[in-house]
């Protein structure tokens, strides 16, 4: 599966955005999908992933209540919904493909290239 994800760009703190993923070349709801985010300097980390279906989503445990994914199969699309955006949500987010749905990003075989989300305070 290929994965192309959009949607970043520069938001001042406290807004929202929506982060776009499309994939192509494999069936998509055959995936559990998952979005990770990397700040310069830092390690990647998990942000939040949603299963097959889109019946189940878990989220990193500092994240929950502000950001929403979500995901239209027969849009072959998953999303994220970021709001009440503070400066220290500014990384690259990318999104993943994986057999089931999980924090670890190992067990996500299929990335996006990234788009840059930057929160000015």
């Known amino acids: 599966v290929q994965l192309q994800a959009s949607g970043g760009g520069l938001v001042q703190a406290g807004g929202s955005l929506r982060l776009s993923c499309a994939a192509s070349?494999?069936?998509?709801?055959?995936?559990?999908m998952g979005w990770f985010r990397q700040a310069p300097g830092k390690k990647r980390d998990f942000v939040a992933g949603i299963d097959r279906s889109g019946g189940s989503a878990i989220y990193a445990d500092s994240l929950k209540g502000r950001f929403i994914i979500s995901r239209v199969n027969a849009k072959n699309t998953v999303y994220l919904q970021m709001n009440s955006l503070k400066p220290e949500d500014t990384a690259v987010y990318y999104c993943?493909?994986?057999?089931?749905?999980?924090?670890?990003?190992?067990?996500?075989?299929?990335w996006g290239q990234g788009t840059q989300v930057t929160v000015s305070s």
């Open positions: 993943a493909a994986a057999l089931f749905v999980s924090k670890v990003d190992t067990m996500y075989n299929a």
């Open positions: 070349g494999s069936i998509f709801s055959s995936y559990a």
